[in-house]
């Protein structure tokens, strides 16, 4: 079989060169291997260690088959890191386990059981929005963080972290602006004051004991039916309930992963719509006289969802590792082997979604797509399981938002990416809350890396992407 094709090694630094490249800007590196050597391609030319496969073919072949293909997270660690977490969640686990941890958390994300949320996202929606006073500008990322962590907390923990969202907050940042496996920390693991790996264990233990606390209070009292109340009630065959560290393991993964992604959804879809003056105006129309919680039925919000995750979808790459031989498009895959698929190249297929790099809510009156040609929520054994709640959560939360006020980037403001263990828009985004009678007639351009990812303004410059 021939060797896969890709870029040369770095002129000095070989092929650390191109690791280091990719990790520093994940979505740059991968959009080039597309477009200069197809459907596969390794991290460089003939790489048996690091190969990206693009296409709904191959999103199928290496989502699915969680036999031969493992999340990576749990190999990615060094195991130093391993041995400071208290536990691991459900993107770490792989086979029987994760399927046994997978059948006590489902329940829980029933659409049956999101009705019950809607009320708390309506009145923590509303909690924030009053804090915004209309002409001044706010950071539009920092509140949605601290939106999504306080919903998130109390609709699966059953506690209000109000008091503590921001520093719950931050600690959640750190931890997916580190990295486990960034460079900084897996070449130079020194425990040693101001080192990236001394601030990464310091965040862990933190946020290991924040959540550990949370799992004290709930042991010793109060009896919510939550997403805690049904790990805390699960047990094994034998009679046994999970562990204080198994817990804090699940609690952990379900924070990371249900705020952040919908925090970032919902800044993108503001952003987005402040750029686009006609889908803004459709979304207000069909929104007025609905509460927030009518909201959720909204077919124009829901469009605006699917075209802001299909454009930007919040874990723009998903990486398995082969723990079995395999061939993909023709190319051995070794064991060992840790393969990309990339969302944000498959969203942008020309002929599935004709002009590719524009926000057309409209288009999803008719695209109908297949689960591999769009998946901002994954596919196969770790597909979301907050895909029902995220749902419901941003449409409400667009909903108290859009029904006050309509929000406005501080012109000359610089919108870019910050791509972690997932893309966000890079803090802060000032952003200044209008009432829809005085929103000002001129839409001023944003600038920053938005511009490279999706063209706000049909002009003709490069992009990445088609
Ligand atoms: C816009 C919102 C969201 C997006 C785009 C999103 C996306 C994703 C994706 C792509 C995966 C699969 C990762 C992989 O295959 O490695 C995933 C898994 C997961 N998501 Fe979400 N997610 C969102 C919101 C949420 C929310 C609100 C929760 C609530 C707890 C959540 C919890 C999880 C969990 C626990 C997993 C791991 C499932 C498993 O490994 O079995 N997500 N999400």
Known sequence: ????????????????GNAHAYAADPVAYTARLHHEFGPVSGLVHGDQRQVFVFGAEHNRAVLTDGDVFHTVLEYAIP??????????????????????????????FRPQAMGRHAEVIARLAADE?????????????????????????????????????DSVGRMVQQMLALRYFASSIRYFPVDLPGTP??????????LDDALA??????RTGGDAPDLLQSLLADRDEQGRGLSDDQLVGQLTTLLVAGHETSSSTLSWALILLSQHRGDLAE????????????CAG?????????????????????????VAPSVLGGHEIPAGCQVVTSKYATHRNPALFPEPLRFRPERWATATPTRYEYLPYGAGPHVCIGAAFADLEMKIVLGAILSRHVLVPVPGTPVSREVGLLMSPKGPVPVVPYPRSALPSR?????????????LYGDERWRLGW
Not at 79 to 92: D, F, K, Q
Not at 130 to 145: C, E, K, N
């Open 213 to 218: 606390s949370i799992v004290d209070a709930r």
């Open 79 to 108: 195991a130093r890191i391993r041995r400071v977490r208290r536990g691991i969640g459900l993107l770490n686990m792989n086979g029987p386990d994760h399927r046994a941890a997978r059948h006590t958390v489902t329940p829980s």
């Open 197 to 206: 790996y001394r601030r990464l264990l310091t965040v862990i233990r933190q």
């Open 298 to 322: 909204s077919t124009v919000l829901d469009r605006v969802l699917k075209e802001t995750l299909r454009l930007l979808p919040p874990g723009p790459n998903t990486s398995r590792i082969a």
């Open 443 to 455: 839409v001023d351009p944003v600038g920053g890396d938005l511009n490279e990812m999706v063209d």
């Open 129 to 165: 929005v009053d804090s915004w006073i209309p002409g001044q500008a706010f950071d539009l990322t920092a509140s949605m963080r601290r939106l999504t962590l306080r919903i998130a907390c109390q609709c699966f923990f059953g506690v209000d972290i109000a008091r503590d969202a």
């Open 283 to 294: 979304v207000l129309d069909d929104i007025a006289g609905r509460t927030p919680e009518e």
């Open 1 to 16: 079989m021939s060797p896969v094709p890709g870029p040369a090694p770095h002129r000095w630094t070989g092929r650390r």
